[in-house]
């Protein structure tokens, strides 16, 4: 199964690093049939790119939590911190989460870098934008449409889609 995996920048350093990464509570999203069924149309390709848009808004979440002993942002030679990632994985054991949303599924475990399809990565130009997501996610939640706009700005920024092999390039131009 395809799956879709909330990351941050930090987290794709220690998958380059580490040959792997344990995603926050082994959650991920997914076209589950949850989620296919909660839409009256759309083909796989759609729906998938439902499940990797919520990933990325996942991935807001992350980076609201990352400090810079996680190695995100706010010091010299770290990585940007205001870029939302994810990793596109196709792994066998996952367990559908529908009681916490239509998308979302438990792995089994960590995800192997062999494991990776692809990555998905903001531009630099989303950065201010995804700045004021971050800022504005649990606001958003709460019904601040305000809020709800500025997690739109930072959601009209298209993930910038990278081979497996490029990563470490990617990375080391950060």
Do not use: C, N
């Not at 934008?129 to 739109?152: M, N, P, R, S, W």
């Amino acid at each position: 199964m395809r799956i879709y995996v909330p990351a941050t920048i930090a987290m794709l350093q220690k998958l380059v690093a580490d040959g792997e990464v344990l995603p926050v509570s082994r959650t991920a999203f997914a076209l589950t049939p949850a989620l296919r069924e909660a839409y009256s149309s759309g083909d796989d390709d759609e729906l998938s790119e439902v499940a990797m848009a919520e990933a990325a808004r996942a991935s807001l979440r992350l980076i609201a939590t990352e400090t810079p002993e996680d190695g995100g942002g706010a010091g010299e030679g770290t990585a940007p911190r205001f870029r939302r990632a994810v990793i596109a994985a196709d792994v066998d054991d996952v367990t559908p989460r529908p009681d916490l949303d239509d998308a979302v599924v438990r792995l089994a475990g960590v995800v192997t870098i062999e494991q990776v399809a692809s990555v998905h990565v903001d531009l630099a130009e989303a950065e201010a934008d995804v700045e004021k997501a971050v800022e504005a996610i649990d606001a958003a939640d709460l019904g601040d449409a305000d809020a709800e706009f500025d997690l739109g700005d930072a959601e009209d920024h298209e993930l910038a889609w990278y081979a497996t092999q490029e990563l470490p390039f990617l990375l080391e131009l950060l």
